[in-house]
């Protein structure tokens, strides 16, 4: 399945999706630092100002108290840059070899085992109590917030507020408006920490917080579910029993890579296509790694890039990732980095040229050439995004070329 932006299906929201990171790829603000974007900042809106004056008392009738609405929106307003993020959330269409290339790099992987080890002893615990393996739950910190490096700074009330305001979905948002507000009222968190995403998920495991609500868990025991503080203590805690709840089956895995014989059905790929493993085995499906297949129940395979690409043999504990957010390609990254950080390879199977004619590595080299000829694309991961495509749009307009901020094997050549 191909997938754009996710719109916050299940926990929350992996903040590479919604950005501008290395290359073009979605990325928040960072921890380091206050919001530099002024669109970022409430701005004046007599609009907004009503639709809160009328909020008020939705939210009094639904037992928000007085100082507590007092608290929340002290300092909170209008966000312009948050509506127009929301506005242009479906712009970008991601692959999962652009997952893969932000989430498992070796760079990435190497940053994500050290992380790993520091919590091993806290991740062994959440997987006694939970059920999730230890690599599963750091897996989805890693996609979520890149092991807590990034976990917004966006004030949560202000976002979940102009949103609602907003009304493109409007309901949904004042839902989260509400939660916010009891999740303050309970005393979890103060409302100048709750800060998250430009869409008001939050922490480390980037819960939305109707999710918080049902799914947070004060693992820490300080009497305070805390997902947005330096200790990830709760929010790895949460996010195992977010999985466990979903219906995560002990012992069992998400997938695993595979090996298609020649002349596969594609037509039997699909998570609308389960069978057994053995009827798989006999139908040629072999683990990419070798030897047996594991049985873990139905299976279903996927093909993700179509023919001649990675393919995999996915169970049910796959679907209860896909809980958290419901795009094969982020349930694949997480199953496959989850594999990683416990000590397993790259994939084994090649993903083949894009529509530009151009391989993972091309588009590195791209990258690379563009920003040594004075045109900066924000890094060399080989994906290709916002960054990446002014930089060929100024090297086309300073060369004479057509302006249209594609790549191409031609201007690859070009560079040298």
């Known amino acids: 399945m191909q997938v754009t932006r996710r719109w916050l299906a299940g926990a929350g929201a992996a903040f590479f999706l919604s950005g501008c990171m290395t290359g073009g790829l979605p990325s928040p603000s960072r921890r380091s630092?206050?919001?530099?974007?002024?669109?970022?900042?409430?701005?004046?809106?007599?609009?907004?100002?009503?639709?809160?004056?009328a909020f008020r008392d939705r939210a009094l009738a639904q037992g928000i108290s007085p100082g507590t609405l007092s608290a929340a929106f002290r300092g909170a307003g209008y966000l312009p840059g948050v509506v127009e993020r929301d506005r242009k959330q479906?712009?970008?269409?991601?692959?999962?070899?652009?997952?893969?290339?932000?989430?498992?790099?070796?760079?990435?992987?190497?940053?994500?085992?050290?992380?790993?080890?520091?919590?091993?002893?806290?991740?062994?615990?959440?997987?006694?109590?939970?059920?999730?393996?230890?690599n599963v739950v750091a897996a989805i910190w890693g996609v979520e917030s890149r092991y807590g490096e990034r976990r917004g700074d966006i004030p949560v009330i202000s976002a979940c507020s102009t949103l609602a305001?907003?009304?493109?979905?409007?309901?949904?948002?004042?839902?989260?408006?509400?939660?916010?507000?009891?999740?303050?009222?309970?005393?979890?968190?103060?409302?100048?920490?709750?800060?998250?995403?430009?869409?008001?998920?939050?922490?480390?495991?980037?819960?939305?917080?109707?999710?918080?609500?049902?799914?947070?868990?004060?693992?820490?025991?300080?009497?305070r579910r805390d997902i947005w503080g330096e200790d990830p203590t709760d929010a790895l805690a949460s996010a195992g029993a977010y999985l466990g709840r979903s219906g995560w089956r002990r012992g069992g895995l998400w997938g695993l890579e595979v090996t298609l014989p020649a002349g596969f059905n594609a037509g039997l790929a699909g998570r609308g296509v389960k069978k057994a493993v053995a009827d798989w085995a006999a139908l040629g499906v072999r683990p990419a790694g070798g030897g047996k297949l594991p049985d873990h129940g139905?299976?279903?395979?996927?093909?993700?890039?179509?023919?001649?690409?990675?393919?995999?043999?996915?169970?049910?504990?796959?679907?209860?990732?896909?809980?958290?957010?419901?795009?094969?390609?982020?349930?694949?990254?997480?199953?496959?980095?989850?594999?990683?950080?416990?000590?397993?390879?790259?994939?084994?199977?090649?993903?083949?040229?894009?529509?530009?004619?151009?391989?993972?590595?091309?588009?590195?080299?791209?990258?690379?050439r563009l920003t040594a000829a004075?045109?900066?694309?924000?890094?060399?991961?080989?994906?290709?995004?916002?960054?990446?495509?002014?930089?060929?749009?100024?090297?086309?307009?300073?060369?004479?070329?057509?302006?249209?901020?594609?790549?191409?094997?031609?201007?690859l050549k070009r560079l040298g």
């Open 374 to 411: 004075g045109y900066d694309t924000g890094g060399a991961d080989g994906v290709l995004g916002k960054k990446t495509e002014a930089a060929i749009r100024a090297y086309q307009q300073a060369n004479g070329l057509p302006v249209t901020g594609e790549p191409s094997p031609a201007l």
């Open 33 to 53: 630092g206050p919001t530099v974007d002024p669109m970022l900042r409430p701005q004046p809106n007599a609009g907004y100002d009503a639709w809160v004056t």
């Open 90 to 134: 479906t712009e970008f269409t991601r692959t999962l070899q652009d997952y893969l290339a932000i989430m498992a790099s070796d760079e990435q992987v190497a940053t994500g085992r050290r992380a790993f080890a520091a919590r091993r002893a806290l991740l062994g615990e959440i997987e006694g109590r939970f059920g999730v393996p230890a």
């Open 298 to 368: 139905a299976g279903s395979v996927l093909m993700p890039a179509g023919p001649g690409a990675p393919a995999f043999l996915v169970f049910r504990n796959f679907s209860v990732i896909l809980r958290y957010n419901n795009s094969e390609n982020y349930a694949i990254a997480v199953g496959h980095l989850s594999d990683r950080l416990a000590g397993g390879g790259p994939l084994q199977g090649r993903f083949g040229p894009d529509r530009y004619g151009l391989t993972i590595e091309d588009r590195k080299r791209l990258q690379t």
């Open 165 to 223: 305001y907003d009304g493109r979905r409007g309901g949904f948002f004042e839902k989260q408006l509400m939660a916010a507000l009891r999740i303050l009222q309970r005393g979890d968190v103060s409302a100048a920490r709750m800060t998250g995403s430009w869409a008001g998920a939050m922490g480390h495991t980037q819960f939305i917080p109707t999710t918080f609500e049902a799914y947070a868990v004060d693992f820490g025991g300080d009497g």
